[in-house]
């Protein structure tokens, strides 16, 4: 078990050199010249110059990927051309909220979907499942910001039950958070229940047909032991795959809805540091959302190896 | 007309400079109307009692004195401001909406400009000019502290103007003051009085002391750049407590406020980039007012019972220019027949009403706004004419039509007006194909150099484009800019020396009736040589919910919540 | 007679014969067909422009804007007095060429990534494998921002950006099919033969993978759709006038906090939701034939 959970870990560090690297090298191919950028048309040559000397950007760019990578693992992630404060101190409060939004996301929609699921497979075939199946079907193939959209004019501006902006007032307490939060989850849950309840369900049904289950209802195992002991666990792995590759995209991949619900999120960090060429922000964020993506999927990996003997021993892939 | 208020205007007419006199003399002559009148006179310098004064004396109804209900006092005003800063809030520096909009809560300016173009007294208790308008005194408000308690003195002003004048401070004024005012030519004397020497003569130099000029909100002399959005020293009603970029700012009453105390306890920015979220945010009660909204973007809002909307007239306009003479230039659109048809081929009527839902007045095609007492109303408005468009056409061998590229950014009507235009041109036989991109493509690109010497940005260098453009409380911005030769944002390269003689006429001008006589010959010929379409000026629009008490839009986009109540 | 053609051509008609029986079996399976036919619909749509449609879905009309669904207009007219319906069926051109060709982008460098990756296995396996789980780490959005913000934004940028993103993801699919079949026989008998690696990888082993490369690229064209959909919302690819499905929803939506106009997002938004509907039921036919 130590040896797999080394090599996972190695293999983690492996990947996250190599996404430094590429976000590095991404950040480089941004075209034009950052002093220009920032001054302005109507800036000097010498000024341009000057501003770029001050940030480094004239020195030989494996120089500048040592200084600013060194800085980011000591957690300084440098200042932030557009606003001229540190990156950090924006970026710290952005990552906490968007994993506030995340987690109330999949304190939702995971409990109901894989219960959907498993509801269908149970059912297989009959009206339930049909409804299940064509209701995240349709939730699932409508954009997330149509969804989001159609929730805020009918819960936020019509019915007046829910706030419509995300951001709550400052000092505000652990229920008013989740309230402010409850609209843009919503919007999330109906993007992820159909995906989420369709690899249960298929997980559900090739673990109910499998030998050990029909084994065990043979020996005359009472059909909820047999599902929860034996069926449920061997369904449930690709279900854990599926929701750590969702971090990715609850953490940083959320922009439209952020924007549409106000929301200071990591995504739209990230969003307005490109649209205003802010480098040191955009480096930064992205790398921080890759971090985030990299470490869920290293816990639901040791996850799938504790519920999987299989793979435990006989290493990955 | 009473013998007493006669007697006191003509001690006033003695007493008065100048400026002051020429206006008062315009008044006696009819050649201003009563609301010409106090525009004028503010800016020249008249208290708004010897305005009163005079417009008694010469049989006109003296300036009443509303009696300013008393809001209810209390509570915390949540403003949302769309689009936050995109920059650092430094205030030499502001540029965009949200920075402007964020330090005009709790900064103050020597004077303001009001809804109607007058000009009111505020960190600046009265000024005057010499002789011939090249030295300006303005008179420094006693008793005004900063957040710190610290008094305001002459030499505060100084150092504010000298960062604002810096040519390499990075001040996004410089433009404004170009060839008016340097560093050098701004001078205390004594703790209570500065006096501005003029490169050249200005009868509206006052203007650019006010709000006008957003970034010149007075700041101590002692004040660092940069350390606005930590320690912001201001005069105003509020003090900034907090600023998240991104996300907002809190203010709160500032105790020792000279005109004061602020009726709220405070107000709570939160920033904001989508529309949809910023209208949704007030119909679902989680706002008190917006910034700004705009009749395409935020329709929602208007003709809603449960919204006020706040507006006043100004300057803000679209500009669509046709380049007349370098290589990229269409070879059509070089006949000034051609242009002219395109603008009467254009239906601006219809665009007032459906893109800004009446809250604007219709352009004439040059800069000079209906709003502005200079502009000469003789000269005749022009309006879709489709059959003079085609007998155009026909005259300069394009009767049977041609086609051109319009290139213009996406930003609030602005697609939409181009699409009319299309349409509108389409009737006469001219295919105007659309090319809209994101505003930062728009201005992105090089600004000098090239072929043409105009760089690369699209805005410069396409046949045609729609450009925006923000209020000025006078023309001269965009008329030395944008439609003089020599003019850095002259997207049509227009060229004309008569227009060239008129403007540096119009801007020595210190008379109205002169002023007016420069105006029209640029109106006139702009309207024969028709390098822009000038389709409209906006109104500016703000939105609040009902319980908004006292508040008062400007041009500008500036938020003074002084005397601002929830109620 | 019958007996001697089979003997004399064994291995194309068994082919023949098993095509034949992949065709049928799909057109028994009732998802395929009405994916399909909502699909066709749709390139019909495409294909014609306005050509067909009951106004110029360029057309203003200030006159009529704002118009709710009725008779001459039955999906209502939007702010600028244009038809909805036009706009909504003409705007399938936009979508149906944006992400089936940012698609066929990801198919073309995922299949080349896969085969390379199967095919040689060991450090190249693991090199790219590494990468591509590096770039996998950030989500779509992010990269594809970054992308169009660094590259300018246009149609052609948005199609290459998002066939970039893709060749990884179908690129380990592809890998895991080839993985398959690398230790088949017919595999090591072109080896022997000397065959040289390219020539394996697309003659020979490729025909055999082509299977679970046109259900992954059916199931991606879904996912292309959405974020084409989430990257015009945000202003990036097509712009206005077009009446691209997402731009209509991203020029009206504010509208609706008016609690009316619902129709000038309402039908966008539920083409947009038809045709991913029908891509997926073709995913899910696609699936079950194919994958056995």
Known sequence: ?317 | MNRKSMREADELRRLAGPIEGNVIDELVDGEMDRSTFIKRASVAGLSFASIGTILEAFGHPGIAHAAVAAGKAGGRLRLGIIPGPARDLEPSAFADHGTLATGSICGEFLTRSRQNLTLAPELATSWKSNADGTQWAFNIRKGVKFANGQPLTAADVVATYKRLTDPNGGSSALSAFKGLLGPGGIKAVGDHTVVFYLQAASASFPYLTSNTTYQAIILPANYQMGTFSKTPQTTGPFVMTSYTPGVGAKFDRNPNWWNGPALLDGVDVTYYSDNAAVDAALLGGQLDLISQVNYSSDRPLFHNGNVVIFSTSGAPHRQIAMLVQTAAANPALKDYRVRQAIALAFDRDTAVKQLLGGYGDVGNDSPFAPVYPSTDKSVPQRHQDLAAAKKLLQQSGHGRGFSVTLTTEKFQEIPQLAQLLAANAKKIGVNIKLNIITSDAYYGGTYSGGATGRGTTPWLNSPMDITDWGHRSVPNVVLTSAVHSGGVWNEADYSSKVVDKAIADYEAALSLKDQRKYAKIIETQMLHDSPYIFPYFFKWTQAGSKRVKGFKADAIGTQALGKVSLG | MAASLTAAQPSRSEASLARLETVLQLLRSKTFIAGNVVVLWWIFWALTGSRFTPHDPLAQNPLEILKGPGAGHWFGTDQAGRDVLSRVLAGARDTLEVAPLATLIGVVGGTTIGLVMGYFGGLVDEGLGRVIDAFLALPLIVIAVTALVAVGHSKWTLIVVIGAVFSPIIGRTVRAAVLGERQLEYVQAAKLRGEKPPYIMFVEILPNVVGPIIVEGTVRLGYAIFAVAGLTFLGFGVQPPAPDWSLQISDNYALLNASNYEWTVLFPGLAIASVVVAVNLIADGLQQVLDR
């Open chain 1, 1 to 317: 078990m130590s040896r797999f959970l080394l090599k996972r870990f190695g293999l983690a560090v492996i990947t996250l050199f190599l996404l430094s690297v590429i976000v590095f090298a991404a950040s480089q191919l941004l075209p034009g010249n950052l002093g220009r950028n920032i001054l302005g048309p109507f800036a000097s040559r010498q000024d341009v110059a000057q501003y770029n000397h001050a940030h480094g950007v004239d020195r030989p760019v494996v120089d500048q990927y040592w200084t600013w990578i060194s800085h980011f693992v000591r957690g300084n992630l440098g200042q932030s051309l557009q606003y001229n404060v540190s990156v950090g101190s924006l970026l710290g409060p952005s990552l906490v909220n968007s994993l506030k939004l995340a987690a109330l996301a999949f304190v939702l929609v995971v409990p109901i979907s894989i219960l959907g699921g498993v509801v269908a497979a149970l059912r297989r075939g009959r009206a339930t499942d049909r409804v299940i199946t064509v209701v995240g079907l349709s939730l699932t193939s409508i954009p997330e910001f149509v969804t989001a959209i159609v929730f805020i004019v009918i819960f936020g501006v019509l019915l007046k039950w829910l706030p419509v902006g995300a951001a709550w007032p400052t000092g505000a307490g652990f229920f008013t958070q989740i309230k402010h939060l409850l609209l843009p989850s919503f919007a999330l849950v109906a993007v992820l229940f159909g995906y989420i309840a369709r690899i249960t369900r298929a997980g559900m049904i090739e673990a109910l047909d499998a030998d050990y289950a029909r084994t065990a209802y043979l020996k005359g195992l009472p059909a909820a032991r047999v599902i929860f002991r034996h069926v449920l666990r061997n369904a449930l792995l690709p279900t854990i795959a599926v929701i750590a590759t969702q971090t990715g995209y609850l953490i940083g991949g959320l922009l439209v809805i952020e924007k549409l619900f106000n929301y200071n999120g990591i995504g739209q960090r990230i969003y307005v540091a490109a649209q205003n060429k802010d480098f040191t922000m955009l480096q930064s964020g992205v790398m921080i959302v890759g971090l985030v993506y990299l470490s869920a999927t290293l816990v639901a990996d040791i996850l799938y190896s504790v519920l999987n003997p299989r793979i435990r021993y006989g290493g990955a892939d």
